[in-house]
C-alpha cells in the first residue's frame, strides 16, 4: 500500500519560494487546517516558538488533491551544494508528440518561470533519444528540470 508523504523544501525566505512553486505547479497556497484561521495560529497551538512564526504563506497544496504538499521550512544555513533530489517539470505532453512540438512546449514553460523569478541553466536536446529538457534553478537557487 502506498504512503501519503509531503514534500518539504528548505529555505530562507518560503513565502517567495511558495509563491514561485504554486505557480510553477499549478498549486494554490495551502488553506490553514480546520479550526485555525491562520498557519500562524495552527503553529502556536503545536508549540512552535514565536520568533519561527510570522514569515508569511510557507505551504503548497494540488487543488485537485493529487500531488504532494510542499512545506517551505526556514533553515539557518543557505545553500551550498547540488541538491540531492530536484523536481522534474513535465511540461512537454510526453513522448506522443513530435520532438519539435515538445520542444517548443518546454521552452515555453521555461519562458514562464524565467519571468517568475527562476534561472535558465542550459539546455538539454538528443532527437535521437527523443529528450528535450531544460534545467533551471528556484528563486533561492534549487535546481530543477522542465521536460
Known sequence: MAVSYQLTVDCTSP???ARFW??????VIASPPSGFASWDDWYRSVGVPEDEIGLGADRIEDPNGE???IWFQVVPETKSVKNRIH???NASGGRGSPFETRGERVEAEAARLLALGATRLRTS???G???YAV???DPEGNEFDIY
Do not use: K, N, Q, R
Open 67 to 69: 500531488g504532494p504538499p
Open 15 to 17: 513565502e517567495p519560494l
Open 22 to 27: 504554486a505557480e510553477a505547479l499549478h498549486y
Open 125 to 127: 536536446a538528443d532527437e
Open 129 to 131: 533519444v527523443g529528450h
Open 87 to 89: 523536481i522534474d517539470v
Open 135 to 137: 534545467a533551471m534553478l
